[in-house]
């Protein structure tokens, strides 16, 4: 078995360090490579009782749903540092062997639910046969049966027997090409416990075409007595809902409902959230145990301003505290709902990954979640790389974070700051002093004026360990706080204007769009992006933060603790900055105010990027103050 991640792994480590000396965490390509083959898909993981982390994976010598597809584990007792030779639960020679999770009973037992292609079917009909010119598609990993698989020795050895779990038809399987005699299907996430009883998810599929999947709904498979019961054939199951119609969209969305990722909240409902075509997430509850469902809507902030997420995996998770984490990537909308290839064009853009924290509140019929700003939490210099299916694990106060491009998966540590920054949001007055710089009261002064510069970091410069005079990243940013007001919306508005004669510099001022647009220009290159339309309003005094982060090279602008996110003008609220931008730094002063119809109070500038969670408590520092 061609396994190359140790070899990876030797060479990765010297250069990384051990957990938390990176430069840069965010940077997925800092994280300790899980072992795989080539193929490496959905690598989720347990905690066993003998203190390992024990993780299954769906890999292969090929790509994704080639012949060979195979599951397997392997273990880790240093938090990810280093990992056992995969333990395949299937040969790969065999049929394939696909899209697996875990559950960890109290007795410590672990089982491990999978598709299996136990027929050996080689082939399946499409919806439409005109798509294909044989009218059926190869890639045959997503039918079959439902199987698991036990380990008594916390994931060192298996069953040898595998077992099917029998899924309930429901209407969607019966619609198929096949009227149901082959069930279409596949799985992610969290298996779960709740009241007694083991829960395992799994997606329906209606049939495939344009997009791969057409059509799909979620469904969990309830076990009263998985978590007692020692004889495999004497476990039994049965397919939630009530009735035969499974977690779809809301009246009018589109027909893709899948990668359901349930959480168990504290009252003991189930939250439950999942993706979508309509450029939006779908949320709904669940008050007696995944029986019935709240009907379904598009997930919103707290403020109520509707999530954007595409067509890729959004998973939310209960933390140890109580507290809740929820993977997605922040964009969408309406610019995914109404493209006529929305099918095929909502899988891409998964980089960055952001993270929002969540807080339990009470509900009319229970508790419910609301949820925060959120804050980028993994990138990779790649713009086109897709990082998915992540999983999350907390051990000894830490939390970590798993992901995958489909080629190879990885475990990160995430900052706790990050993570605490998060769930404080909602009550966050207190104002960040870490990398402030200038602190300048603008109350009293006429404009224009000038100011003498700041100087900034490079983002990109030469690396002294290269001969060739090579470039590197430097990964450095800054943030400007600003607050202000404009009488009119006007363009040419200039409120920040460092530029040099030859151009070299930045600019801050309104566009004839009623924006606000930073230019950034290091005499090669130019930069720029605007804040979202609407946000801006005359005669109304402003508080805005500019985050110009050089790590995932992004621009962000937070408006009256509002970070924009493009609305319905745009599908991306946040900009990228050309990677190669040297630096910014131009004029010995700075101009601030010139021809500005209004009034600059204050501005704070900083020499590093900050965080989404410290914008808004600046906003509600400078507003209750």
Same mark, same amino acid.
């Given at each position: 078995?061609?396994?190359?991640?140790?070899?990876?792994?030797?060479?990765?480590?010297?250069?990384?360090?051990?957990?938390?000396?990176?430069?840069?965490?965010?940077?997925?390509?800092?994280?300790?490579?899980?072992?795989?083959?080539?193929?490496?898909?959905?690598?989720?993981?347990?905690?066993?009782?003998?203190?390992?982390?024990?993780?299954?994976?769906?890999?292969?010598?090929?790509?994704?749903?080639?012949?060979?597809?195979?599951?397997?584990?392997?273990?880790?007792?240093?938090?990810?540092?280093?990992?056992?030779?995969?333990?395949?639960?299937?040969?790969?020679?065999?049929?394939?062997?696909?899209?697996?999770?875990?559950?960890?009973?109290?007795?410590?037992?672990?089982?491990?639910?999978?598709?299996?292609?136990?027929?050996?079917?080689?082939?399946?009909?499409?919806?439409?046969?005109?798509?294909?010119?044989?009218?059926?598609?190869?890639?045959?990993?997503?039918? *079959?049966?439902? =199987? +698991?698989? $036990? &380990?008594? @020795?916390? /994931?060192? !050895? %298996?069953?040898?027997?595998? #077992?099917?779990?029998?899924?309930?038809?429901?209407?969607?399987?019966?619609?198929?090409?096949?009227?149901?005699?082959?069930?279409?299907?596949?799985?992610?996430?969290?298996?779960?416990?709740?009241?007694?009883?083991?829960?395992?998810?799994?997606?329906?599929?209606?049939?495939?075409?344009?997009?791969?999947?057409?059509?799909?709904?979620?469904?969990?498979?309830?076990?009263?007595?998985?978590?007692?019961?020692?004889?495999?054939?004497?476990?039994?199951?049965?397919?939630?809902?009530?009735?035969?119609?499974?977690?779809?969209?809301?009246?009018?969305?589109?027909?893709?409902?899948?990668?359901?990722?349930?959480?168990?909240?504290?009252?003991?409902?189930?939250?439950?959230?999942?993706?979508?075509?309509? *450029?939006?997430? =779908? +949320?709904? $509850? &669940?008050? @007696?145990? /995944?029986? !019935? %469902?709240?009907?379904?809507? #598009?997930?919103?902030?707290?403020?109520?301003?509707?999530?954007?997420?595409?067509?890729?995996?959004?998973?939310?998770?209960?933390?140890?505290?109580?507290?809740?984490?929820?993977?997605?990537?922040?964009?969408?909308?309406?610019?995914?709902?109404?493209?006529?290839?929305?099918?095929?064009?909502?899988?891409?853009?998964?980089?960055?990954?952001?993270?929002?924290?969540?807080?339990?509140?009470?509900?009319?019929?229970?508790?419910?979640?609301?949820?925060?700003?959120?804050?980028?939490?993994?990138?990779?210099?790649?713009?086109?790389?897709?990082?998915?299916?992540?999983?999350?694990?907390?051990?000894?106060?830490?939390?970590?974070?798993?992901?995958?491009?489909?080629?190879?998966?990885?475990?990160?540590?995430?900052?706790?700051?990050?993570?605490?920054?998060?769930?404080?949001?909602?009550?966050?007055?207190?104002?960040?002093?870490?990398?402030?710089?200038?602190?300048?009261?603008?109350?009293?002064?006429?404009?224009?004026?000038?100011?003498?510069?700041?100087?900034?970091?490079?983002?990109?410069?030469?690396?002294?360990?290269?001969?060739?005079?090579?470039?590197?990243?430097?990964?450095?940013?800054?943030?400007?706080?600003?607050?202000?007001?404009?009488?009119?919306?006007?363009?040419?508005?200039?409120?920040?204007?460092?530029?040099?004669?030859?151009?070299?510099?930045?600019?801050?001022?309104?566009?004839?769009?009623?924006?606000?647009?930073?230019?950034?220009?290091?005499?090669?290159?130019?930069?720029?992006?605007?804040?979202?339309?609407?946000?801006?309003?005359?005669?109304?005094?402003?508080?805005?933060?500019?985050?110009?982060?050089?790590?995932?090279?992004?621009?962000?602008?937070?408006?009256?603790?509002?970070?924009?996110?493009?609305?319905?003008?745009?599908?991306?609220?946040?900009?990228?900055?050309?990677?190669?931008?040297?630096?910014?730094?131009?004029?010995?002063?700075?101009?601030?105010?010139?021809?500005?119809?209004?009034?600059?109070?204050?501005?704070?500038?900083?020499?590093?990027?900050?965080?989404?969670?410290?914008?808004?408590?600046?906003?509600?520092?400078?507003?209750?103050?």
């Amino acid at each position: 078995m061609a396994i190359r991640s140790l070899l990876i792994l030797c060479m990765l480590f010297p250069i990384t360090g051990a957990w938390g000396q990176a430069p840069d965490w965010r940077n997925i390509r800092n994280g300790l490579i899980i072992p795989d083959e080539s193929y490496s898909d959905q690598p989720y993981i347990v905690k066993t009782d003998d203190g390992a982390w024990l993780c299954i994976l769906t890999t292969g010598a090929g790509r994704e749903g080639q012949s060979g597809q195979y599951v397997a584990v392997t273990r880790s007792k240093d938090q990810g540092r280093s990992w056992s030779n995969l333990i395949p639960l299937e040969p790969p020679d065999g049929p394939e062997a696909s899209y697996a999770v875990l559950l960890k009973i109290p007795t410590g037992r672990i089982y491990a639910f999978y598709n299996h292609n136990t027929d050996n079917i080689r082939e399946i009909k499409l919806d439409d046969p005109s798509f294909s010119p044989t009218g059926t598609i190869k890639r045959v990993d997503s039918q *079959g049966y439902f =199987v +698991f698989r $036990y &380990s008594d @020795d916390h /994931g060192k !050895t %298996w069953s040898p027997e595998r #077992y099917s779990i029998p899924v309930r038809e429901f209407e969607i399987d019966r619609n198929n090409v096949y009227g149901g005699k082959i069930q279409f299907f596949w799985n992610v996430g969290k298996a779960f416990v709740l009241d007694g009883s083991g829960y395992v998810p799994l997606i329906k599929v209606g049939g495939f075409g344009e997009g791969f999947f057409t059509s799909n709904e979620g469904v969990l498979l309830r076990s009263p007595n998985i978590l007692t019961e020692k004889d495999p054939e004497k476990i039994a199951w049965e397919t939630l809902p009530e009735g035969d119609i499974g977690l779809r969209t809301p009246a009018g969305g589109g027909p893709i409902s899948a990668e359901q990722s349930y959480s168990v909240m504290s009252d003991g409902s189930i939250y439950c959230v999942y993706r979508t075509i309509d *450029g939006h997430p =779908v +949320f709904t $509850y &669940s008050r @007696d145990g /995944g029986y !019935t %469902w709240d009907t379904p809507k #598009y997930l919103h902030y707290s403020n109520g301003r509707l999530v954007k997420h595409p067509r890729a995996a959004n998973f939310a998770w209960r933390c140890g505290n109580g507290k809740y984490l929820y993977w997605f990537h922040n964009h969408g909308g309406r610019f995914i709902r109404e493209h006529p290839r929305r099918r095929t064009m909502g899988f891409q853009d998964r980089n960055p990954a952001w993270i929002m924290g969540g807080i339990e509140k009470e509900g009319p019929e229970g508790k419910v979640i609301e949820w925060t700003q959120p804050e980028i939490l993994l990138y990779d210099d790649d713009p086109l790389i897709r990082m998915s299916y992540p999983d999350l694990v907390e051990d000894n106060g830490k939390y970590y974070i798993t992901e995958t491009q489909k080629d190879i998966a990885r475990v990160h540590m995430i900052d706790e700051g990050l993570l605490e920054g998060l769930w404080n949001q909602f009550d966050n007055r207190q104002e960040t002093v870490d990398g402030l710089t200038i602190e300048w009261d603008l109350g009293k002064v006429q404009f224009p004026l000038q100011k003498e510069a700041v100087q900034f970091d490079h983002f990109y410069d030469h690396d002294p360990g290269r001969e060739d005079h090579g470039g590197m990243q430097i990964r450095s940013g800054f943030s400007f706080d600003i607050a202000f007001r404009l009488d009119d919306l006007g363009p040419g508005q200039i409120l920040i204007d460092t530029r040099n004669e030859f151009g070299k510099g930045l600019q801050l001022f309104t566009t004839d769009e009623k924006t606000i647009r930073l230019s950034m220009c290091d005499s090669r290159t130019t930069s720029t992006w605007d804040c979202d339309k609407g946000m801006l309003e005359a005669g109304k005094d402003h508080y805005m933060r500019v985050i110009v982060d050089g790590g995932p090279k992004i621009i962000m602008f937070v408006i009256d603790g509002i970070l924009c996110d493009g609305g319905d003008d745009r599908q991306f609220g946040w900009g990228r900055f050309n990677p190669y931008l040297h630096e910014v730094n131009g004029a010995a002063y700075w101009t601030m105010g010139k021809n500005l119809n209004g009034d600059i109070t204050m501005l704070y500038v900083y020499t590093r990027a900050l965080k989404v969670s410290e914008a808004i408590g600046n906003f509600n520092h400078h507003i209750n103050r």
